[in-house]
């Protein structure tokens, strides 16, 4: 497919949507921060799957703009944000309804990766990602479904947040599939994400985890695999474990990728499938024309899967998501993030696809157990960036980020 690229990550920028915005959103600005406020002179970026009062959704798609209206109603979490002193500085591109991890879009444009311009950004948070990369904001609001904050953290070289599913709300945004969706944000320092994790999330600090968990078996997989033990390695060294022991997650045997593209698949059709059939309705409108080529490909494909599919994938979600909270009670669970690094623009489409199957096989793991996931980007391979994720039990949001702190910070 034809890669069309973005000269910026905004699709909506504060200066060009001001006018049209409510008083909540319009009215924050550097000029009247409140600095006792925890997110103070902190600029947003907020992912174009996000309501603002005043502003259109475009869900990166022209057609779905065209046929919804502008919201009336702002989503709690971009509200929380803003009324915590962020600065609203505009919304972000993303992939067609966020139906994908490559960050690309033939609408509005692909915003180009500013570490590596050669390779993919990842997505669909790609705008939000890009925008903080290149420090054109601080924070990156966008949602995970299927990897869509920790793909484009790792390819961008940023921390990137997937929350536990369901501990901060998703009201007034375009779902996805909502049994996994979540509210992510990515920034370019564990500070800046870790006063942003206060605000949004509720939770109280549990304690401290008592072990680290190395899945060796999907390290050794990955294209990464050297740097990945040279640091987990360093870490050792610092004494940074409490305690340390290894684990083997199967993916291929869990059929952790097919299980999640079956349930999403399932999802996504019930929320978008009579908006599709209703554009087929229209004279005169050609769906193949309102979509990227593997975008089309993946709604004809969702409406496929029969009630069987999903009662058996649900079963296979439910074994796996016991299995993986009883091995990981107590521990932190260290994994890689991606198969390695972001593809370049030029790879040939079925190698995507195929690239597509390994990621999932990895990001579906916290996302069929609803587990946070915390990015951390620890190295970097021929240049491009990459790294390793932290994954505990849920409700270990929090823990998490006070655990990367403590592996991150300077050795004495």
């Known amino acids: 497919m034809k890669h069309f690229m973005a000269q910026n990550p905004f699709i909506h920028s504060k200066e060009l949507t001001l006018d049209s915005t409510s008083s909540e959103t319009a009215g924050n600005d550097s000029s009247s921060a409140n600095p006792t406020l925890p997110l103070s002179g902190l600029r947003l970026a907020v992912k174009d799957l996000f309501h603002m009062a005043g502003l259109p959704t475009s869900a990166g798609n022209p057609t779905w703009l065209a046929t919804h209206p502008i919201p009336t109603k702002t989503s709690s979490s971009v509200a929380t944000l803003l009324d915590a002193g962020a600065i609203f500085c505009g919304k972000t591109i993303t992939d067609e309804l966020a139906y994908s991890l490559n960050g690309q879009n033939i609408h509005y444009g692909t915003p180009s990766n500013p570490v590596t311009p050669n390779r993919l950004p990842g997505g669909s948070s790609s705008g939000s990602a890009v925008a903080v ?87 050794d997989q990955v294209a990464h695999v050297k740097e990945l033990k040279t640091q987990l390695k360093t870490w050792r060294e610092q004494k940074r474990f409490p305690k340390e022991s290894s684990i083997v997650i ?47 490909s993946r709604f004809e494909w969702s409406q496929t899967i029969s009630e069987a599919d999903v009662a058996a994938a649900k079963q296979q979600r439910q074994r796996f998501t016991d299995w993986l909270e009883n091995e990981i009670e107590g521990s932190v669970l260290i994994i890689p993030t991606t198969p390695g690094l972001a593809p370049l623009f030029d790879v040939a489409d079925d190698e995507l696809a195929a690239y597509r199957n390994q990621l999932m096989d990895i990001t579906a793991i916290a996302g069929l157990a609803g587990l946070p996931q915390l990015h951390l980007p620890v190295c970097t391979l021929n240049g491009a960036p990459c790294g390793l994720s932290l994954v505990g039990s849920k409700g270990t949001d929090l823990a998490l980020i006070e655990f990367a702190k403590h592996l991150m910070e300077s050795a004495s």
């Open 250 to 296: 199967d993916t291929k045997a869990w059929k952790t990728s097919e299980t999640f593209r079956t349930l999403q698949g399932a999802e996504i059709w019930h929320e978008h499938g009579k908006w599709i059939n209703d554009l087929k309705g229209l004279a005169g409108v050609d769906t193949s024309s309102v979509f990227a080529p593997d975008i089309q």
């Open 133 to 219: 990369s290149s420090d054109l904001a601080d924070i990156g609001l966008g949602t995970d479904t299927g990897g869509s904050i920790r793909v484009p953290a790792s390819y961008n070289g940023l921390f990137g947040l997937r929350p536990t599913h369901g501990v901060i709300p998703s009201d007034n945004m375009v779902a996805l599939a909502p049994s996994f969706d979540t509210v992510g944000w990515l920034t370019r320092d564990l500070a800046t994400l870790e006063k942003t994790a206060r605000v949004l999330l509720k939770s109280k600090l549990p304690k401290e985890f008592s072990n680290v968990l190395i899945t060796n078996n999907l390290i």
